[in-house]
């Protein structure tokens, strides 16, 4: 059974003070990696997706890296609209996302 | 591009009411379409997948007479929950796939039952 873990559960950041999100994965198979962003009372935002161990994508103030084990969004100078929890989730059989519970993410001024 | 809408936004509708919950991918067609329910400070629940032309596939617990889930075409999937009552009251979100890899998500539709 897909397993995906996330931490921290909460972080608050200062704006401008880097840090860096986790996702750990345990898959029979990796078929993708999906990084998203939910905001309060919205639907899931999706980032990126990374297939291989070594991949990197990057979107604004984002970077999503990918290794045989765990996944890492590196989250550069955040400011306060980065705010959300910031989701990972594995495809498994039929296409079906194993999501992990999320980290809750809160820039402050 | 991958924008998926879903209507209404929120509903109240009074216990033993059904209500109809649409959901449609605007720029693209969807191979398949899911439907999810989220509780406050939760993560997301799959409740059923859906392929156009043919019956849902539910997940386990989630009754399958109490939410009626049609994929009309490949644009287009709606969920109606059934005689509702104040414990399905929640968060509702879609998503589809374009390809069968990446899901784009609705917004969610909150469903209050009184």
């Known amino acids: 059974e897909d397993q995906v873990t996330q931490s921290p559960e909460a972080l608050r950041l200062q704006e401008g003070e880097s840090s860096s999100l986790n996702c750990s994965y345990t898959?029979?198979?990796?078929?993708?990696l999906f990084w998203y962003r939910q905001d309060p009372g919205k639907g899931p935002e999706f980032l990126f997706t990374l297939y291989s161990a070594g991949e990197e994508k990057e979107k604004e103030r984002l970077k999503a890296t990918l290794t045989k084990k765990e996944s890492f969004l590196h989250i550069t100078a955040p400011k306060p609209e980065d705010s959300a929890t910031y989701l990972c989730a594995v495809p498994g059989g039929g296409n079906k996302l194993t999501f992990g519970t999320g980290t809750q993410l809160k820039v402050e001024l | 591009g991958a924008v998926v809408s879903q209507h209404p936004s929120w509903v109240i509708c009074k216990s033993g009411t059904s209500v109809k919950i649409e959901c449609r991918s605007l720029d693209f067609q969807a191979t398949t379409m899911f439907w999810y329910r989220q509780f406050p400070k939760q993560s997301l629940m799959l409740m059923a997948t859906s392929n156009e032309g043919s019956k849902a596939t539910y997940e386990q617990g989630v009754e399958k007479d109490k939410f009626l889930i049609n994929h009309a075409s490949l644009t287009l999937s709606t969920l109606t929950v059934t005689s509702a009552h104040p414990e399905d009251s929640s968060f509702y979100i879609c998503?589809?796939?374009?390809?069968?890899?990446?899901?784009?998500f609705g917004p969610g539709t909150r469903l209050t039952v009184t």
């Open positions: 898959v029979s198979g990796l078929r993708g």
């Open positions: 998503s589809a796939t374009p390809s069968g890899s990446e899901q784009y």
